[in-house]
């Protein structure tokens, strides 16, 4: 029986970890032709969140776009513009161990409730043309966020990294 309790408390956990990822683009552009990019600095100062978190998810872009092959640039192709919001979650969990016939709690074989809170975060990355000044891409990571400054910045990077994976989009 506490084992059950034990597997069933780990997937609960294990679900909370994932990010869950949507994109969006303008199916009529040409991404090939983007090879370099720079920040939005409006879109990135509207962001109400930290600056050090500000600087992490920077960061992230950065090496995410570098691998990609993106250079950075004083007259880039595109321009990179962030948001980012949090709500708090309250999860109420109730294990019930007990066996027996008809309806409702057997209070002699005993359950187990717990009550936590955590903090869900939503980052959207925004891609855009820089010289028509239009959206061109939109991707949206949204999961479980991390008040431990220790694991911050690979938390930051695990949601950069799974959005900007949907890029460049891959036609059908």
């Given at each position: 029986?506490?084992?059950?309790?034990?597997?069933?408390?780990l997937?609960?956990v294990?679900?909370?970890?994932?990010?869950?990822?949507?994109?969006?683009?303008?199916?009529?552009?040409?991404?090939?032709?983007?090879?370099?990019?720079?920040?939005?600095?409006?879109?990135?100062?509207?962001?109400?969140?930290?600056?050090?978190?500000?600087?992490?998810?920077?960061?992230?872009?950065?090496?995410?776009?570098l691998?990609?092959?993106?250079?950075?640039?004083?007259?880039p192709?595109?321009?990179?513009?962030?948001?980012?919001?949090?709500?708090?979650n309250?999860?109420?969990?109730?294990?019930n161990?007990?066996?027996?016939?008809?309806?409702?709690?057997?209070?002699?074989?005993?359950?187990?409730?717990?009550?936590?809170?955590?903090?869900?975060?939503?980052?959207t990355?925004?891609?855009?043309?820089?010289?028509?000044?239009?959206?061109?891409w939109?991707?949206?990571?949204?999961?479980?966020?991390?008040?431990?400054?220790?694991?911050?910045?690979?938390?930051?990077?695990?949601?950069?990294?799974?959005?900007?994976?949907?890029?460049?989009?891959?036609?059908?």
């Open positions: 029986m506490k084992t059950i309790k034990f597997l069933l408390l997937f609960v294990a679900s909370c970890s994932s990010i869950h990822v949507y994109s969006d683009y303008d199916k009529k552009v040409d991404f090939a032709k983007y090879k370099t990019y720079a920040y939005y600095k409006n879109g990135i100062d509207k962001a109400e969140i930290s600056d050090l978190d500000k600087k992490r998810i920077l960061r992230s872009i950065d090496e995410v776009m691998a990609k092959g993106f250079s950075k640039s004083d007259t192709d595109m321009l990179i513009s962030i948001n980012a919001t949090a709500e708090q309250v999860n109420v969990n109730n294990f161990a007990g066996w027996g016939w008809g309806w409702g709690w057997d209070p002699f074989w005993g359950g187990m409730n717990t009550v936590s809170t955590s903090t869900s975060g939503i980052l990355i925004e891609l855009i043309d820089a010289k028509l000044k239009e959206l061109i939109l991707g949206e990571g949204t999961g479980y966020l991390t008040k431990n400054v220790d694991k911050k910045d690979e938390n930051v990077k695990k949601f950069v990294t799974e959005i900007l994976a949907q890029y460049p989009p891959v036609k059908k």
